[in-house]
């Protein structure tokens, strides 16, 4: 065996090791023993070299999953993350530190989460949830602070519809705020619609892209959004197994990835804090990729640098990326958990440092 296989089963040995020695913590559920024993271990990498490393200890407590996650977002400025998970009769939203340890929870006027987003300043700390449920908060888009306190709500409550004044939604599936606090959103998991739409801080509609169809431009179940440091917006046009880029400014068709996803469309899109990868979740093949970014003034072809194939069934549905770290945080709405993969030392030094 070649140095390079044997630095690959060493670590492997290490991480079960570890993994191990953790899930034999006498305080750890039972239930969430049998989840994480299944679903934990069962990943596979298709390149040489490995890029992240599944973090076995996050969070401290897994216990307070006790719905389907659904959607992860982190506020790298404050250190937090914030889980969206569905069921009855539990809290909605869960909040941890990057650490893993639990804050707090909360469940005020949240109905179905699908997407959530932290856009946090020096000044404020907010979350923005895409609500798809039927019920008086369902088909909006709705800001809250830290503490789960509302503070805005974009769409017609309960009610769905393809109207722009007054905007109106129907199941809306995530967003995205940049830093000057525009606002993008994809707003079409299955529902009438199928567009992207960028509003201005005040809400104000810039541009807008909304068809259904196979062309430039054209959606079927747009279900993920990002903008980049070049100012192009990705989307994950799940339905027509592709990704869509656009220019922030003027909303033009900039091009499409489509040969990474001749299996199965994208399902959640990000970026790397360093601009060099594309992060793209595979909810039924449950399998992450990891895709070398194009260089500005140009989109050309997806190339994959790296797979982490996780178990069947695992479904991941949406990500986020610690803008600090580097983490990758999947919700998985197959095995009911947050799962959050750390970079390897040495191959991200711009931010695995921090």
């Known amino acids: 065996m070649g140095r390079p296989g044997r630095r690959w089963l060493l670590s492997c040995i290490t991480g079960f090791a570890f993994a191990f020695l953790w899930l034999a913590d006498p305080t750890t559920s039972p239930n969430n023993l049998q989840v994480l024993r299944k679903f934990a271990f069962q990943v596979s990498w298709t390149t040489k070299e490995i890029l992240y490393r599944l973090d076995v200890g996050w969070p401290n407590r897994p216990e307070y999953f006790t719905g389907t996650t659904f959607c992860v977002a982190i506020d790298s400025l404050s250190g937090l993350v914030y889980v969206a998970q569905r069921g009855d009769n539990i809290p909605k939203v869960l909040v941890f530190t990057e650490d893993g340890?639990?804050?707090?929870?909360?469940?005020?006027?949240?109905?179905?989460?699908?997407?959530?987003?932290?856009?946090?300043?020096?000044?404020?700390?907010?979350?923005?949830?895409?609500?798809?449920?039927?019920?008086?908060?369902?088909?909006?888009?709705?800001?809250?602070?830290?503490?789960?306190?509302?503070?805005?709500?974009?769409?017609?409550?309960?009610?769905?519809?393809?109207?722009?004044?007054?905007?109106?939604?129907?199941?809306?599936?995530?967003?995205?705020?940049?830093?000057?606090?525009?606002?993008?959103?994809?707003?079409?998991?299955?529902?009438?619609?199928?567009?992207?739409?960028?509003?201005?801080?005040?809400?104000?509609?810039?541009?807008?892209?909304?068809?259904?169809?196979?062309?430039?431009?054209?959606?079927?179940?747009?279900?993920?959004?990002?903008?980049?440091?070049?100012?192009?917006?990705?989307?994950?046009?799940?339905?027509?197994?592709?990704?869509?880029?656009?220019?922030?400014?003027?909303?033009?068709?900039?091009?499409?990835?489509?040969?990474?996803?001749?299996?199965?469309?994208?399902?959640?899109?990000?970026?790397?804090?360093?601009?060099?990868?594309?992060?793209?979740?595979?909810?039924?093949?449950?399998?992450?990729?990891?895709?070398?970014?194009?260089?500005?003034?140009?989109?050309?072809?997806?190339?994959v640098i790296n797979t982490v194939q996780l178990a069947d069934q695992v479904l991941p549905h949406l990500l986020d990326v610690s803008g600090k770290t580097g983490a990758i945080y999947v919700a998985e709405i197959g095995a009911k958990q947050v799962q959050k993969y750390v970079p390897v030392e040495g191959y991200f030094p711009s931010f695995t440092h921090s």
């Open 101 to 303: 340890y639990f804050l707090r929870s909360w469940n005020y006027t949240v109905d179905t989460p699908h997407g959530i987003f932290a856009a946090s300043t020096l000044h404020e700390q907010s979350v923005w949830i895409t609500d798809v449920g039927s019920g008086s908060y369902g088909h909006t888009i709705k800001k809250y602070n830290s503490f789960g306190d509302l503070v805005q709500v974009l769409g017609t409550p309960g009610k769905k519809g393809t109207g722009l004044t007054p905007l109106q939604f129907d199941n809306p599936a995530e967003l995205y705020v940049d830093d000057t606090g525009d606002i993008y959103i994809v707003d079409g998991d299955g529902g009438l619609n199928n567009r992207l739409i960028k509003l201005s801080q005040d809400f104000m509609i810039l541009w807008l892209h909304g068809e259904r169809g196979t062309g430039p431009a054209k959606f079927n179940i747009p279900h993920s959004v990002t903008v980049d440091s070049a100012g192009r917006v990705w989307v994950a046009d799940r339905g027509n197994k592709r990704i869509q880029v656009f220019d922030k400014d003027s909303g033009e068709w900039l091009g499409a990835w489509n040969n990474c996803f001749t299996e199965e469309g994208p399902s959640s899109v990000r970026f790397t804090p360093d601009g060099k990868y594309v992060i793209v979740a595979q909810l039924n093949l449950s399998r992450v990729l990891l895709v070398a970014a194009p260089p500005v003034g140009s989109i050309g072809n997806c190339s």
